[in-house]
Every structure is written in structure tokens, then in C-alpha cells.
């Protein structure tokens, strides 16, 4: 999904979290950025932090999500998140 916040460039808050409903567990994000993402026992991709400042960090999880084959990782605004 190409939805991205642009505000993510800005060191703005962001939530990480995964769609296991929808991550077949291949691994892709693992590969790409062990220190945010784990395929776990159950099969599906894992977050090591689900809330994000650092831009490091922010574009690390914008480069998967932009690469996963299922759309599974899902990248949102803190403050936009509280509302839905
Ligand atoms: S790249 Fe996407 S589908 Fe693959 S394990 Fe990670 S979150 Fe799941």
C-alpha cells in the first residue's frame, strides 16, 4: 500500500504493527530489518517496537511496507491511529 503519511520524513510518531491475517510468514521483512520484524512461532511476522520516532527506523518500515508481498505491514500515525 502506497499510503504512506508523508509526515513519516518529518520524525513525526508512528505506529508499526502486522496484518497476520494476511502475512504468510515468508520473511521478506525479517530479512530486510531484523530489528523491527521476527517471523514468530505462529507464522507470521512480529514487530519488536510498535511505536517509532527515530527516522532511521520510520524509513527502515516504509522500505518494507512498500515490499511486502501481502501488504501486511501496516504503518500509521500515532495521532491519526487514536482517531480511527
Ligand atoms: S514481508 Fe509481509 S508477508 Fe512477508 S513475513 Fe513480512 S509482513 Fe509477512
Not at 22 to 30: N, Q
Not at 36 to 54: M, Y
Amino acid at each position: 500500500m502506497a499510503d504512506t503519511p508523508q509526515a513519516a520524513q518529518s520524525g513525526r510518531r508512528m505506529l508499526l504493527s502486522i496484518d497476520a491475517a494476511v502475512c504468510t510468514g515468508a520473511g521478506t521483512c525479517e530479512a530486510m530489518h531484523p530489528e523491527l520484524f521476527r517471523v514468530g512461532p505462529a507464522g507470521h511476522a512480529v514487530v519488536s517496537r510498535t511505536e517509532l520516532t527515530a527516522p532511521e527506523d520510520i524509513e527502515a518500515a516504509t522500505g518494507v511496507l512498500d515490499v511486502c508481498p501481502t501488504e501486511a505491514v501496516r504503518l500509521a500515525l500515532a495521532d491519526a491511529a487514536g482517531q480511527a
